[in-house]
């Protein structure tokens, strides 16, 4: 290669043709690569470049490769190809190929091979013809470089007396003959409308691949744009596989689980684990021992339960519930906890005993043996009697509860006998009813009831509910008498003292006591109380009051009007105001009406009517003052309102006689100018149409014309004018309303309101109409839906980057609408081509309507 | 519901009636808390009394029409700010709380806040006889003594519209809650209904042949009743524009109460009616007050079993069972409100306020889909009507002309004329229905173009 040596060496000698050589280069290919990389690296790689750059610092332009020749992927069909070389031939000039190709010769043989394969491919001629050749080019070449271009016929000399040698010739020489003619370039215009359509048809497809993305997030209703948050592992797998033994036990359990041994019996599918389980016989058997053990027990158990269950024996079962009891006892006071629990559970069972009163002589066997009297049973009998009853005042008593509600009295008196504390509640309100006798005693003297027939009539109240009370002490003493009567003697000093203040023996019982002081008798005459007397006394006290207080008001009722409304106002004070100056300001208005009577019946007179009032009435001197001072202020005005009212109001009373025959032919009246107003309004929105006249002077020449009066097309227009405002006054609302008139016309201010045609997704205007009645305010929806109702077409969060939309395979046949459409990604999908910025607007603008 | 209304029940129909029971023996049974809610203020010097509750039950204004002016808390029976303005108070209102009320005065509404300082004089409005309060527009109405309606917007002062009714002097104005709608009654018994953004009424109903003393509606918006001096009350539908009942009572002042109870009042009486079904009223309620008393306004108290009563010597309040609305929806009025929640509603009232112009007789019309200008034929209308129109051309009867001009070629063809004369406009309307294009616009490709013309044509595309 004698070209070589003087490339390295001379540089500068090869001025004019401005083309370098550089050393030993690399494949072709891979400097593509490079150069594609970027022209440092390339530079780098190369040390004789370095210095070169040194010495001159010239801008070197690189012819890129074309593609034709690198012949990628066999993209360029042959005549372009072929055109090319012929080209690169006919220029003659450059004989860098060859070069080239001698150069790479010593570096690698692929290059070679690769030559060979092109030459073949071109000529159609066999491989070796070219081996060949390239032996001998180099010998040939550098012969010819001042003659001119090579022609194919040199080449051909060269293999002369190959095989295949005159077929290569016969070829030639026909091509030869053959003049070749080369296809006009086709015009511009034509040639750039064929590039348009494939640019086109290009574009179509790239765009149409997006639209399965675009259009979901297009339709949907809102788009998310927001960064998934990556919440790291969370499945159990995951963490379960980064699970580290701690502490000892775990660390056993890992050892045991992750021996070798066990993990291989795992791989080997399992079958060598039953062999490491391995069981002595003697465990075995001990293990079947104890079983059976443990069965036998629980048999006999059950046998001795069953046994325990058939004992009917009464003493048996008490003697149990005792030892139960005990036990439990024993237990209270061991936890708090079953304390408390067996407290709720008597709680229980007192409520239910209150409610059913199961234990009270209610049962047929009890209400049998009470009928036939108890002094004629048998001591046992009488003794479950009594054990029953007991067991009720045990059930009923009023409990030291866990609430610990009751009043401080209660609970004290719970140890003391129940006797005593009745006895001391009919102490108290006896006690009460006397003092209220005492109070009635007090008569007022002054006003109204100084009266003699108010006097006469307060002694005879008093009389009567002094009755009354006494009564009611004697029935207390009474009862108290009965309790002592049954009580023990303990409480002989509390009856003494009651005794103190009886009014002396009972003589006549009154017959109308309460039929509950009845019953409690009786109960108290069988020896048993209510535990809960209390209530009932307390009952008994409040009625016993109330009926003092209502009879007197019941004597007074019968006595006079005005002492009763005076009593009804003690108790709600609020009519009492009314009735006090209701009476007083319809006095004042009969002074007024006496006044009127005296012919002072000037306007003013009349008018103000409520002054006059308000000055009777009110005797307050301030208040008089005040109003000289008001009336000043606004006297016109004043007698101009009054007026009014006088106009509304009043006038019924006594109406002009002129006011009485308008009021009595208003009717006819109003009707018909109502009439004549809807006509008006009808007129206007609906005007009625012209008569038909010609304009004076035409068609009045002959006395033909002048007969046959107007056009029939003016007639006709007229008739249809006219009919078409039948018509329009027949739609109206208000056509078959006689008395109303509904305005027709159309509000332009309303019209922005509306909605000018129907919305995307319905198809029908019912449907629509239908779906916007649903209210999506607060008012009406909880706040998940209200949000979901009223949420933006876009949801972003601030700080949000929008990516632009990445382009992923969408699978045609999924679910349409999933709820949530999220179109971010954190990261973004390998595969994806990223698509401009300005498209992803675009689309997102889309989105927005 | 959390809560049921009740309402008087007697226990035989026949013997016992509900309007029978007088007030002190309901007051005997009533709960601790209803027992002091009815009251009677004995006011005589300053006159016939108007009162306003808000909207919440929880406040009422007085006016006396010599000036009194008063506001109360009715919760606790408080007296928050009374004054005297001395000079004639025609009508009170509140705006949408108790922060602001208008007065009508002497010469002009003027509008006061709650410590009864003087906030604003609205002269525009001229003497002003009667104002109402659309609370969602925030709009204060009023008619003057010359039969001006007038519409201004409170939270920015904007007056919105001005109307001269042309129907002389009146007082009777009420809004319907349902859609805004003021009614206003006339001397000539028209009832007219008038909204913002129109300057005629929407409607105007003769009601009554005397003139109208008083008007109200219900809450469900489609009841109205009417009193007037022909001695007649109306009940109206106000969907058929149709009379529902009649009674042969006169009346100063009607209300209907929030259940539907309707009060009217005559003279000192006070009667309450009760819808029986099928909007027939029965009487259920009885209340007279003193004899000389001239009951000027009653109107039930929101959320309350009361109906308050402005008399010619005071106001009182009496109780009515089953008047008002048990359960109250926080989020619309709330009788309980602190004040945080007061200043939060007012804000959120305020971003919610309606624009004037969506005051309509039927609010549901909003957001609906516009009805076409001019009904559309479908295309089977349109042949049907072709056809007849063709008949009718065919048959036209054609006069006998001389000169061969009758000839049958010649008549064949002015038929034949005639029935395409007659055609042409349907042929056109259902071109338009079709939606397809006019043939003329297209050149197409059955003509053949000049060769230089040709470029222009359309091509089918590759």
Known sequence: MPKKPAMRRGKPDRGPDKKRRHGPRLPRAMRQALDAMGNGTSRGSDDEEVSDAGAEDLYEYEEGVPEEEARKNGRYDDVAKYEYEFDSDASGADDNVTSEEEEDENDDGEDEEKQIRILEETTGMPKEAFSAKKKKQPLELPSQPGDGPVTIHDLLDNIQGKPGYSKVRKRLQQQEKKTMVVAAPLPKVEREKLERAVTYKEANKELTKWERIVKPNREASTLFFENDVNLGVNTIAAIANKFEPRNRFEKRMNEITQSNEIMEAHRNDGAKILELNKIDVEDVRERQNRLAKMRSLLFRHEMKAKRVKKIKSRTYHRMLKKDKLKAASADFEADPEAAKDYAMKQELKRAEERMTLKHKNTSKWAKRILKRGLSVQDEGTRAAIAAQLQQNALLTRKMNSM??????????????????????????????????????????????????????????????????????????????????????????????????????????????????????????????????????????????????????????????????????????????????????????????????????????????????????????????????????????????????????????????????????????????????????????????????????????????????????????????????????????KDSKLKHVIISEHVDKKVEKYLARNLPFPFTSKDVYEQSIRMPIGPDFNPAISVSALNRPAIVKKPGVVIK????????????PDEPKRVIQRAIPHPNAKKVSAKQSKGATSHKRK | MPTEGGFLEPEDEDLEKTYRVQQESILKEVDLLSSRKPFDMILPVLGPYTIDYTSNGRYMLVGGRKGHLAMMDMLNLDLIKEFQVRETVRDVAFLHNEQLYAVAQKKYPYIYNRHGTEIHCLKEHGKALKLQFLTKQFLLTSINSFG???????????????????????????????????????????????????????????????????????????????????????????????????????????DFSQKGLLAWSNGSEVEIYRDLGGHNYRLYMKHRMMKGYQVGKVLFRPYEDILGIGHSTGLSSILVPGSGEPNFDTFVDNPMETTKQKREKEVHALLDKLPPDTIMLNPNLIATVRAPKNKEKTKKEIEEEMEEAVESAKNIERKKKTKGRSKPSKRAKKKEEDVLRAKRPYLEQSKEVDGRPDKKQRIGEEVELPKALQRFAKKPQS
């Open chain 1, 403 to 732: 609430k610990d509600d009751s009043s401080s009295e209660e609970s004290s008196d719970d140890d003391e006998d129940e006797n005593d504390s009745e006895a001391k509640i009919l102490n108290r309100g006896k006690e009460r009813i006397l003092k209220v006798l005492e109070e009635d005693k007090e008569i007022p003297n002054s006003g109204v009831f100084s009266l003699p027939f108010m006097e006469r009539a307060m002694k005879k109240q008093q009389e009567a509910a002094y009755e009354e009370a006494r009564q009611a002490v004697e029935e207390y003493d009474d009862s108290l008498r009965k309790l002592e009567d049954d009580s023990t003697e303990r409480n002989e000093d509390s009856i003494k003292v009651t005794g103190k203040r009886t009014f002396g023996p009972a003589k006549n019982l009154p017959k109308d006591v309460n039929k509950k002081q009845k019953l409690e008798e009786s109960e108290n005459s069988d020896g048993e109380y209510d535990s809960d007397p209390a209530q009932h006394f307390g009952n008994n006290e409040a009625t016993t009051k109330k009926d003092v207080q209502l009879g007197t008001a019941l004597l007074d009722d019968e006595q006079n009007g005005l002492h009763k409304s005076f009593d009804v106002i003690m108790k709600n004070p609020g009519p009492k105001t009314t009735f006090e100056v209701g009476m007083l300001a319809s006095d004042s208005w009969k002074t007024v009406k006496s006044s009127k009577g005296n012919g002072n019946s000037s306007v003013s007179g009349i008018t103000n009517k409520s002054k006059i009032q308000a000055s009777t009435v009110v005797p307050n001197p301030k208040q008089r003052d005040n109003n000289p001072d008001s009336d000043s202020d606004s006297d016109e005005e004043m007698v101009e309102g009054f007026l009014t009212i006088s106009d509304t109001k009043e006038n019924y009373e006594l109406p002009s006689q002129a006011e009485l025959i308008r009021q009595a032919f208003a009717g006819d009246d109003v009707e018909a100018e109502f009439e004549k107003d809807k006509m008006e309004v009808l007129n206007e929105e609906n005007p009625e149409p012209e008569k038909p006249a010609l304009v004076p002077g035409w068609g009045q020449w002959t006395d033909i014309q002048q007969k046959k009066g107007l056009p029939s097309w003016m007639i006709k227009e007229h008739d249809v004018a006219k009919r078409n405002r039948e018509e329009a006054l027949k739609r109206r």
């Open chain 1, 804 to 815: 632009p939309i990445q382009y992923e395979e969408v699978n045609p046949h999924q679910k």
């Open chain 2, 148 to 254: 001006q309606l007038h519409y201004q917007d409170v939270s920015t002062g904007e007056m919105i519209a001005n109307y001269k009714t042309g129907l002389g002097r009146t007082d009777v104005m009420r809004v319907n809650p349902y859609n805004a709608v003021i009614g206003l009654g006339h001397e000539r018994g028209q009832v007219t209904m008038w909204k913002p953004t129109s300057v005629k009424p929407l409607v105007t109903m003769l009601c009554h042949n005397g003139s109208v003393t008083a008007v109200a509606f219900d809450r469900s918006g489609h009841l109205m009743a009417t009193a007037g001096l022909d001695k007649k009350i109306n009940i109206w539908d106000l969907r058929k524009y149709e009379v529902l009942n009649s009674y042969p009572t006169w009346a100063q002042s009607l």
